[in-house]
């Protein structure tokens, strides 16, 4: 029997992974504290990042829903958890982004133990994807949120977003840096996606690994 690398199966489920998102997920809630989570049996698949990272574009282009997630106009704004059910199948969560250093201090607070309550006691949770920035790399401030990742147990995997930004070259080294530091992070997942909303580039890609975790393959 042959067996495929992780790549090979990404790519071989993009056609039922365009299929499962042919349904359109709709907004459910949003959560500030722990106890509003939505109780239920549904798997969640949640998306975390530095403020300004893409988040917003990400999940709106991986869905086919224009302004699904909205993004602020004020980087750092968002302070809730935020709730997109596929019907009956599983939720998306919008994890407010993390490290805007104009935040007043109370609020990076508040921020910090949401994120970090949600992360390490939510059974539903199937995978987090954590969006780095293509153009500057992992920081510090994503390093402190995998180490947390991997003390929970909780499985991640890198999302690399607006490679329409850098030159092939850079993109190239981006992927060799990040993929060196992964391999230290023992609950991250060792295929690193790139995409470019604007350029709707790595889409299918994302779509997949939904399907990877729904079906166990």
């Given amino acids: 029997m042959m067996i495929l690398t992780p790549e090979e199966w990404t790519e071989k489920l993009i056609p039922d992974a365009n299929i499962l998102f042919q349904t359109k997920p709709e907004y459910r809630l949003s ?7 939505p109780v239920g049996h549904l798997k969640e698949f949640a998306f975390a990042g530095r403020s300004n990272v893409g988040k917003s574009s990400l ?17 750092g704004r968002t302070q809730s958890l ?3 059910e596929m019907p009956e199948q599983f939720y998306i969560v919008d994890l407010p982004g993390y490290g805007y250093a104009a935040a007043p201090e109370k609020i990076v607070q508040a921020w910090t133990r949401l994120i970090h309550n949600y992360l390490r006691g939510r059974v539903q949770l199937a995978r987090v994807f954590l969006l780095i920035d293509s153009r500057h790399g992992i920081k510090d401030v994503d390093s402190k949120i995998m180490k947390m990742l991997d003390t929970a147990a909780v499985s991640y995997q890198i999302i ?5 930004k850098i030159s092939p070259k850079q993109l190239t080294e981006v992927i060799r840096k990040t993929k060196e530091t992964a391999q230290s992070h023992v609950a ?12 709707n580039k790595g889409i299918e890609q994302v779509r997949s690994q939904f399907l990877k975790v729904l079906t166990g393959v």
């Fill in 82 to 84: 935020n709730y997109f």
């Fill in 31 to 37: 959560v500030n504290q722990v106890d509003q989570l």
């Fill in 188 to 199: 991250c997942y060792p295929e690193i996606l790139v995409t470019s909303s604007e350029k």
């Fill in 160 to 164: 690399l977003t607006k490679i329409d």
């Fill in 59 to 75: 999940i709106n282009a991986v869905t086919g829903v224009k302004g699904l997630a909205r993004a602020s106009n004020t980087p």
